[in-house]
């Protein structure tokens, strides 16, 4: 008897699938749903997205014989009538990770969280999906006040299986990969920038890929040189950075894209320009000064700036940022033409934020003492163009350099003020006694 031979589909997309030129045999004796998993994963057919709740319209599931891989029965989720055509209990299991991505609950890993950005994401997608759906993770000791807030995770993304079996067994549907050494700081340790920002990129986006995630990697004005244009910076020109920052930010772009195109992974990516917060310290950016003359301007009213007064560079409010990470992740992924985006908010050299600085703090003075991180800022835009991020997905900023400079003051000036600086002093002391 002549054995039915029936097609295998790709998921392009959580509404698009592909009918890929192989044809399998029915399979009579199904195994269960880990197999199939491990199967789809082994042979690459591009559907290893089987596990991944985003994808609800019909797609074919695979299962292992002796010597074959033989074809599993199709499974049907669509709209409300949600039924899988069988009723072992794996697959049921899988059916409720899917209903749980029905009520709008994706579960979410953001490595690198105690950064500048990733306790403040955790903050934004725990308000909208659930606490429990949100792991932070680092290889830092976390405060208790992390802690508190939501489940936090050990992981270092160097370690590849450390990873695989966090998004295993926390079952993760987005992975949003923060970890990485910044400019100034990578300079100075071009070994530990190239393993940490350039292999661990590799772990997530192959295990990104394996696991059929969103994948959202953040790059950066870095990722630009000095052959790119400054004013302003298109969202495609060349880059040529010179930096090993940038030049690892320009390989994560390109093989976010590549793994796009070649296996159908859902990757995003936005170029960040200079980030102000209040809620971390700066962290050695060629940007960070736009942070540090904050603090020092309610300190002691001086700022000695590593930058000379007319270096003008992109800026956005941490607000600003993680509202546009929110933004892009939730859009359906064939709504982004493109796979990366320029986003900015304000342009302004020290000169002119000093002088918005001094609207509130009169007294305040400031200096110029260049460094090394001056010759990295020359090869960086001025300006920052976003317009395609405005007309795919609508992206608006709402932080110019006045509110910028009058939220940072404000969220600041309480650390400064004469109790918070009787508590500091004693800590300090007590640091050195």
């Known amino acids: 008897m002549e054995v039915p031979l029936y097609p295998i589909y790709r998921l392009n997309s959580p509404h698009t699938i592909s009918q890929l030129n192989t044809f399998l045999p029915l399979e009579e004796n199904p195994t269960d749903i880990h197999t199939v998993v491990g199967l789809i994963q082994d042979v690459r057919f591009g559907v290893s997205n089987l596990a991944f709740p985003m994808f609800r319209s019909t797609f074919i599931a695979l299962s292992k014989g002796d010597r074959n891989v033989l074809l599993r029965k199709t499974a049907v989720l669509s709209g409300s009538n949600k039924n899988f055509h069988s009723s072992t209990p794996s697959l049921q299991a899988l059916q409720r990770h899917f209903d749980n991505y029905d009520e709008g609950r994706p579960r979410i890993l953001i490595t690198g969280s105690l950064g500048q950005l990733g306790s403040g994401l955790a903050r934004v997608f725990r308000q909208k999906y659930g606490q429990e759906n949100v792991f932070m993770s680092d290889i830092r000791k976390p405060s208790r006040d992390i802690t508190s807030r939501g489940p936090y995770i050990f992981a270092d993304v160097l370690d590849y299986k450390c990873l695989q079996k966090i998004i295993v067994t926390h079952r993760i549907d987005w992975l949003v990969h923060f970890s990485a050494l910044l400019s100034a700081v990578a300079e100075q340790n071009v070994g530990l920038s190239m393993k940490v920002n350039i292999e661990g990129t590799h772990n997530v986006m192959e295990l990104a890929n394996q696991y059929g995630l969103r ?219």
Not at 250 to 260: D, R, S
Not at 331 to 342: D, G, H, K, V
Not at 388 to 405: G, H, K, S, V, Y
């Open 215 to 433: 994948l959202f990697i953040p790059s950066t004005i870095a990722a630009f040189g000095p052959e790119s244009p400054r004013n302003p910076t298109p969202n495609l020109c060349i880059q040529r950075p010179k930096t090993i920052y940038g030049v690892a930010k320009v390989h994560t772009e390109l093989l976010g894209e590549y793994y796009h195109h070649k296996y159908g992974l859902d990757f995003r990516c936005l170029r960040f320009p200079g980030v102000l917060s209040s809620d971390t310290h700066p962290g050695g950016g060629t940007t960070d000064y736009a942070i540090q003359i904050f603090h020092d301007a309610l300190k002691n009213g001086h700022y000695t700036n590593y930058l000379r007064p007319d270096t003008r560079l992109p800026m956005m409010h941490i607000d600003d940022c993680l509202r546009s990470v929110a933004e892009i992740m939730e859009m359906p992924s064939e709504a982004l033409p493109q796979r990366t985006y320029n986003v900015t908010g304000v342009s302004f050299t020290p000169v002119e934020l000093g002088e918005e600085i001094r609207k509130s703090i009169p007294h305040f003075m400031q200096d110029y003492r260049p460094d090394h991180r001056q010759a990295i800022a020359e090869t960086w835009p001025e300006v920052f163009d976003d317009t395609e991020a405005q007309q795919d997905w609508n992206w608006r900023p709402e932080f110019d350099l006045e509110r910028m400079c009058q939220v940072m003051l404000d969220d600041l000036r309480p650390l400064y003020q004469e109790p918070a600086m009787k508590y500091l002093r004693v800590l300090t002391a007590s640091c050195y006694e």
